[in-house]
């Protein structure tokens, strides 16, 4: 394979790593934009997502027809675990210095994955998630899998209902007045503790679709699995500008393709201080992200 394709090929790669980082960091932003809370707990989510498709498939067998019911089963549940989340957790701290909330998130996360590794059906050692049989297609020397088709077309799916959710229904205009100014959108009658549940939970569903492609990509499934790809994708929605929609999803592409070269071309144990180190790069350069705009707050 020569270096054209081999750079292709990470790119491919890359791109693959990258959507499911896009669809974990869209959780991130949206929770950000309406409530301006780093929820550090949302990558746990992608773990009990993993593990809920892990049991489904393991109930049912795998094939492309029971990959979909276990989205199905898993993004809902997710989703209701987000919006209880929010009103156990959050919504006690919503006038709370942000300090507070943090620190919840951070404990609550915690709390997910010790949960997790006490109960008897998980418990602290790895399984081995069921998979579809592998299957690789070439075109231009370069290979392309079962799963990262499966990836990409899950993942452009529902970035594609995400958008429309967002521009083009009541809920998904209510979103975007509530994130630009909360106190008005009470004013004009929107339910602002709705909007805020349907965001946890629209960012939760995502989050146990990208953990059960997560899954199919890197066959394993553990209670600290969501710890890395968690922090990662909150390095993708910084690195697009927290708060926006489209940023998150060219942060995680980039950050995902940037992984792959650093893996392929230099060394795999530098990747994730690549991602780190792109991390500290944007906020010197630009805090505000790729696409995001600086905000000059009163004092």
């Known amino acids: 394979m020569g270096v054209f394709q081999q750079i292709l090929q990470q790119m491919i790669n890359g791109l693959s790593l990258g959507s499911i980082y896009a669809l974990l960091a869209l959780g991130y932003t949206m929770v950000y934009g309406i409530v301006k809370l780093i929820n550090f707990a949302h990558g746990d989510i992608l773990m009990i997502g993993a593990f809920i498709g892990y049991f489904v498939l393991t109930k049912i067998g795998v094939t492309p027809g029971t990959l979909i019911i276990a989205f199905l089963i898993s993004m809902p549940l997710c989703a209701l675990l987000g919006v209880s989340m929010e009103k156990i957790c959050y919504k006690p701290l919503r006038n709370a210095p942000r300090i507070n909330a943090l620190i919840t998130a951070i404990g609550l996360s915690f709390f997910l994955e010790n949960g997790a590794r006490v109960l008897p059906a998980i418990g602290p050692n790895p399984r081995v998630f069921p998979t579809l049989p592998p299957v690789t297609h070439h075109l231009l020397g370069v290979g392309l899998s079962r799963v990262q088709i499966i990836i990409f077309?899950?993942?452009?799916?529902?970035?594609?209902?995400?958008?429309?959710?967002?521009?083009?229904?009541?809920?998904?205009?209510?979103?975007?007045?509530?994130?630009?100014?909360?106190?008005?959108?009470?004013?004009?009658?929107?339910?602002?503790?709705?909007?805020?549940?349907?965001?946890?939970?629209?960012?939760?569903?995502?989050?146990?679709?990208?953990?059960?492609l997560f899954a199919s990509a890197y066959p394993q499934v553990e209670p600290y699995m969501g710890i890395m790809p968690g922090l990662k994708a909150f390095i993708a929605a910084v690195l697009g500008g927290i708060g926006s929609i489209p940023g998150a999803m060219l942060g995680g592409f980039i950050l995902g393709v940037a992984e792959t070269l650093a893996k392929g071309f230099l060394s795999s144990q530098m990747a994730d201080a690549i991602a780190f180190g792109l991390l500290i790069i944007i906020l010197v350069v630009k805090p505000a992200g790729i696409l995001g705009k600086s905000i000059d707050e009163k004092v």
């Open 153 to 212: 077309a899950v993942a452009v799916g529902l970035m594609l209902i995400l958008n429309y959710i967002i521009n083009f229904t009541k809920i998904g205009k209510a979103m975007r007045a509530v994130s630009y100014d909360k106190g008005a959108s009470y004013l004009m009658g929107i339910n602002v503790d709705r909007v805020i549940s349907f965001t946890f939970a629209l960012g939760s569903a995502l989050a146990a679709a990208a953990g059960i």
